[in-house]
């Protein structure tokens, strides 16, 4: 399995403008001293290179990369109400995608069939031509754009299983059907979209799977979820490369988040996932997004490098009644 990080992720920190903010420079360094401890898991790790300009581009307007370079250039600010960057932010978010990037280049190459991008700052709530919820610019969008646009990957499943809604990655593929984006988050939270109504539209329309889960959900509801709604409809659409937006702050002690998972629920739905990607004789990586509990984080993502890496087996999750 490939493990893709860059020292400059502990450079990017909101917190040097607003003291209370949870996206720390301690969640990577929580989980790069675990992985260390359990020796990487046997992991080839390997550095990441920054995006390129024009990888940026792929996804993103050429205006917002501008103002997140000048922004970060003068020495940071504040973009929105929760997302902050300071003068090390653009060139930790370069190498946040160029990381993303490398994965899936490498998965298409066929060096390894799985693999991890931790890296930050984390992507999936960027958009087009916004930053907001602390995402610069949108790793995982950019690492499937380039897959189909570069690599000759026909079709990408994304999964997005944060807590919160994967509103930038969705808007990104609203129209698009050769990327089937599914999103497991928490009804009713930041940023307040990805309603279960919610199926994509013009020639992407059904290519969109939302499914909101109350606050409180637990394990059984987030596999339920993943098992009866969103692996049958992947198992039809027969991903090429199945990318996850991993993001670990549906864990019972994040801050920001309402559920009620613990590290080994995130392993249960990797293992799910990579079940799929074997029966559909796709490469998966995962993307590093949320999860600001540094200890629960830590815990949670190697329980999910474990597990995509083949060890254990999943447990089924009976159907839902009615």
């Known amino acids: ?54 990888e940026l581009g792929l996804v993103h307007a050429r205006s ?3 103002m997140i370079h000048d922004l970060c250039a003068v020495g940071g600010g504040q973009i929105d109400a929760d997302t902050y960057v300071g003068e090390s932010s653009y060139e930790a978010a370069l190498y946040a995608a160029g ?22 700052p984390s992507g999936h709530h960027a958009g087009r031509d916004y930053a907001m919820g602390f995402c610069l610019f949108n790793n995982v969008a950019i690492a499937a754009e380039l897959a189909i646009h570069e690599l000759g ?13 994967g509103n930038g990655t969705a808007h990104i593929f609203r129209h698009r059907s050769d990327v089937l984006f599914a999103s497991v988050h928490q009804r009713g939270l930041f940023p307040w979209t990805g309603a279960g109504t919610d199926s994509g539209s013009g020639d992407g329309l059904g ?36 990318l996850i937006s991993a993001g670990f702050d549906a864990h ?11 590290s080994s629920s995130f392993a249960q739905m990797a293992r799910r996932v990579r079940e799929l990607a074997l029966a559909v004789g796709a490469p998966v990586g995962a993307v590093l997004e949320g999860g600001y509990h540094p200890p629960a984080l830590a815990e949670s993502v190697a329980a999910t490098v474990a597990a995509l890496s083949g060890v254990g087996t999943a447990e089924p999750t009976p159907a839902p009644m009615g």
Do not use: K
Request: proline fraction near 9%.
């Open 99 to 120: 990381g993303a990037c490398e994965l899936v280049r490498a998965l298409v190459r066929g060096e390894d069939d799985v693999g991890f991008s931790a890296l930050r």
């Open 252 to 262: 019972r002690d994040d801050p920001l988040g309402g559920c009620e998972l613990e």
């Open 207 to 242: 290519y969109t799977i939302n499914v909101p889960v109350p606050p409180g959900s637990g394990e059984a509801v987030w596999m339920s979820a993943l098992e009866h709604v969103i692996l049958p409809a992947a198992l039809e659409f027969g991903p090429q490369l199945v």
């Open 1 to 54: 399995m490939l493990y893709f990080r860059h020292q400059s992720s502990l450079e990017h920190d909101p917190a040097l403008l607003s003291p209370e903010h949870p996206d720390t420079p301690e969640r990577i360094g929580a989980v790069e001293g675990t992985m260390e401890r359990l020796g990487w898991l046997g992991c080839e790790v390997r550095d990441a290179p920054a995006a390129t300009e024009p």
């Open 64 to 66: 917002q990369i501008i």
């Open 153 to 165: 990957v026909q079709r990408v499943l994304i999964l997005d299983w944060d807590v919160h809604h």
